[in-house]
């Protein structure tokens, strides 16, 4: 039998099954990548700019703290904030082994790099989007049932006016919020506020380009949005239930580059995935 044979026929998980937007969304981009992520836990690196995100959102909760307790951040907090934020995550960049010196102070340069641009990012967004969020709840873990599934999620940020605040960093200047970003922002909105009928959300993106960029796109939710996330848990849910794991070889993702299992998607189903 071969790998993908076993795999289809692996049938349901044991034990009571919680999503969250993540979880989703993975499923819905690859079926087979998210199963060799989430049930077979085949490891992923932590890449150089996934780390630069988790620290500016790292430091972005720390300096909110601070204000939220009515601390003055200047100059000296902010790169605190970004030397504790540097420290948590940076240090959880994967490296091959250094061949020789060079090679050494090469990937000790990169650090570097990523360093200089969490400091960069962070007081981008520190100065342009920060002083208009009055924060209630920073990084605040949220747990309930849509359509029936039970789901969970952690909201970066909800203002003192109710608003739902998500902060992302991304390679360019974003067009608009992305299904995927809006999944998240529909869920958050349904497991925090479910009693409102609309709910503000706002989404601060800061691009990792040569010249960081901070570009803010807010947007109401409505009744078609929670029908959506009413549809979609339900179905993702039951498709994992029954053992559907397929890769989706279509995908803009789906390439050596870009995805951390292609080799056990070739290994499993045969074919090429792109370079």
Not at 11 to 40: I, T
Request: net charge negative; aromatic share 6%.
């Amino acid at each position: 039998m071969t790998t993908a044979q076993q795999i289809i026929q692996a049938g349901p998980e044991p034990g009571p099954r919680v999503l969250s937007p993540s979880q989703a969304n993975a499923y819905l981009e690859c079926p087979f990548c998210w199963y060799c992520s989430s049930v077979l836990r085949l490891p992923e690196p932590v890449t150089h700019s996934l780390a630069v995100g988790r620290a500016v959102h790292t430091a972005a909760a720390l300096l909110l703290t601070a204000k939220q307790s009515g601390q003055a951040v200047d100059g000296e907090g902010l790169g605190e904030a970004c030397a504790i934020a540097c420290d948590l995550q940076l240090t959880q960049i994967e490296t091959p082994q250094a061949r020789d010196e060079e090679e050494d102070a090469e990937q000790l340069a990169d650090v570097a790099a990523c360093e200089d641009q969490v400091r960069a990012l962070t007081t981008l967004w520190w100065t342009a989007a920060a002083p208009s969020i009055q924060p209630a709840k920073i990084e605040t873990a949220v747990s309930g049932t849509i359509a029936g599934v039970p789901v969970n999620g952690i909201i970066d940020i909800v203002d003192q006016s109710g608003a739902l605040i998500d902060l992302k960093t991304a390679s360019r200047k974003p067009n608009g919020i992305s299904p995927r970003h809006r999944l998240q922002m529909i869920t958050y909105a349904m497991l925090d506020q479910p009693a409102n009928e609309s709910h503000t959300v706002r989404l601060d993106y800061l691009t990792k380009t040569k010249t960081p960029a901070y570009v803010q796109l807010k947007t109401g939710l409505g009744e078609e949005d929670y029908r959506y996330a009413e549809n979609i848990y339900p179905m993702v849910a039951e498709a994992m239930d029954a053992g559907i794991y397929p890769p989706h070889r279509s995908g803009n993702l789906c390439s050596r580059q870009h995805c951390a299992h292609w080799q056990a998607c070739e290994a499993s189903f045969g074919g090429r995935v792109r370079d």
